[in-house]
């Protein structure tokens, strides 16, 4: 049960912590009109994940933390690839960081 929590806290935490990055590159595209809608693809996408992070802490459901586990991983290796385009090594490596923590605590959840 300590495995289903601890996947499940980290799932939680990467999803909120995407949507706070998410939130302030939408408040930096307020100039370009194309820029504001597709950051607002991206917020509401990005608060859909967040939001459904939190149902396997209040369900108790393993079938989906394994989903919201796996789909914050693909995100979080998807950021780390991103970002290392970039000149931002902490969130490239913090993206990267998370992702193989997340899918180590899923490994020792699903055993």
Sequence with gaps: ??????CAVLTTLSACISLVFTFRAYRKAKTDKESVILSQFT??????L???SFLPLLIQSSDMLILMA???ITVQL???LVS??????FRTIGSILIAICNA???MLFVG
């Design 50 to 52: 967040a939001f459904f």
């Design 1 to 6: 049960m300590l495995n289903y929590f601890q």
């Design 78 to 80: 998807f950021d780390g």
């Design 43 to 48: 917020l509401v996408r990005s608060f859909a």
């Design 84 to 89: 290392s385009k970039t000149k931002h090594h």
């Design 104 to 106: 180590v605590l899923l």
């Design 70 to 72: 796996l789909l914050m």
